[in-house]
């Protein structure tokens, strides 16, 4: 009943459904554009939310998050290049059906894929996560930090190239988030005995430096050696409809990627990007003709795009029920959150449940909004990213990065953090670290050590406080295990690229 | 659909880095006081968060010998947008924003390849414009000052 309640808040609202219009259009097009995320685009735009009305603000860069996993699919069809990582599975048979005429049946295809798996997802959120919060408010400090521990470990080591840089990565996030005052002891940590250290380091600036001015260096380098994007001919009309019988065999793939989609989501860390490609191995197992699947199979389009989408609302499970967030886009809507004053955790539930419940709400109107958007003019918007030009678009997204860090405190030294951040984050895409892990693990830092240092306090017999812990055992196990089926599958296919070289 | 994994670049440098960033943090780390009662309790953290590095960078390099060359074509671009990035937060705490975005705005044009005189000209102007109109005025966001001159105190105030 609460997510009615939620529909009638929304939907009673203009003003409110004219911010989750907007987003749904600002999502498509920033996730269209080749290298501009959609977390990007959170980022820089996050700024602006601290004006608003927490709902509308979650509202707004919620469904952008959404909108813009959708939106990756128009630039992965029409020019051969993935607008975001997860749909880099799609850019395998949608760009075929594009060179033979057919890019608008296959970006309906990736339209009504994305937003069966997506209203799954978001679905699943929602019968899901109030359960999910009720077991969240019985785990003492232990089994949150054995929690966050398995997230540290699980972000650092399954996402990214390599698994080293990956933990190293989650390391120096939380070595930052230890900047300035001790929260329990007043302790001054790392300040170098500079005063702006002492109040710590924003995760605004850090996460706009990352997120965007990293991209801003990192395009700065791959525009060079790029050529302009050139859309795909739209070629005969009556190719680019799509009727009842064609879509008819995608469907088992989409319900089947949609649950895909939704399982890694709620895993702290994994992201669309992994689940589309899981889904898209996983059809290609299952399909009638895998032959047919990477030169322009519909099926090969729908599995991917109704997992990446998928991954969208369970992923916000980690983040509402215990303040871990299991993806950038989540990390970055803990700073909206913050900013409003509004404490996440399990007690979220509680003191908040009518703003969730309408946020929710919201994420199922985005969808159908930028479901009925992308199926009538995907194309136009394919057309329309290919006129804005990357030489003007980079340095005006350069000159946002430096106004918006300065706006979340009003402070120029958030503006220097910002350029330190962004150099990093270059850095870290340029040696295979993860910058998402990096962000990720300095939002945990914080809880963690609370709940680790809390249950020092608890016990009597020291660090075996989390062995002695069934549930606190597990969540370790689970952190360890990951780690190590990681390391081994990396090995094994070292070895194989080895053994198939000779 | 499992990608074969290649090796890490610049691997012996990346690990040499972590060691030497693992070591100043663990110094760092112990070098913070301990609390009223003589805990070590903020010093946890970080202790562990230094450590872990140190490790990581030792087994970092123990696999430097499968190194992977780093691609340096580029480096001479990022160097220049680097220092633009720093010359731009200090241009506007010495000149204000209007100044330093007036300035700004053209070159970052200049580095990703624009190279039309009229549009660098525009860009000095409607930039700083549109930026101050969204920002300052719109969402009321008290502007950074010039330390030592600011345009808005000659065109009066924001």
Redesign the interface.
Known sequence: MDIIAGLATVLGDPVLLAWVLLASVVGMIVGAIPGLTASAAIAMLLP?TF?MEPLPALAFLYVIGKSGRYGGSIAAILFNTPGTAASA?TQLDGYPLARQGKAAKAMKVATISSVIGDLTGEILLIAGVAWIAAIALRLGPPELFAVYFAAFVVIGSVIG??V??G??SA??G??VA?VGL?P??A????T?GSFDLTNGISLVPLMIGIFV?GE??SQ??T??NQPALAAASPGDPSDNTLSWAEYKPCIPHVVRSSFIGAFIGMLPGLGSAIAA??A??EGKRRARDPQAWGRGALEGIAAPEAANNAVSGPSMAPLLTLGIPGSTIGAILIGVFLIHGIQIGPALFLTSRDLIFALFACGLIGIAMYGVIGYFGAAFVGRFITRIP???L???I???A??AA??SR?N?FD??VM?AA??AG?GMR???FNPAAFIISFVL?GG??EA??QS?LLSDTGLMIFVTRPIALAFLLIGVGALVLRVRR?AR??H??VQGSV | MTVTPEPAPAARAVGTALILTGIGATAASLSIGLDQYGRWGARYFPLAASASLLVLGVIELRASAKDRRLDRSHLAAIAGLLALSVAYVWTISAFGYLIATALAAPLALLLFGVRSVAGLCAASVLCPLAYHLVFFVGLGVFPPLGRWFDLLDLIGGY
């Open positions: 602006l004006y599975a190239k390599s080293v840089r933990l190293a390391a120096l939380i070595l230890m001790d329990i002891s302790t001054e940590r790392f170098f001015l801003v260096f700065l380098e525009r060079q490609f899981v898209y191995g990357a030489q003007v980079y340095p005006v350069f000159l946002t430096f106004v300065y706006t009003g120029l503006v220097y350029v962004g150099f270059w340029k040696l295979d830092a963690a050590e680790f240092r020092l990396l296919q070292r194989a690229s």
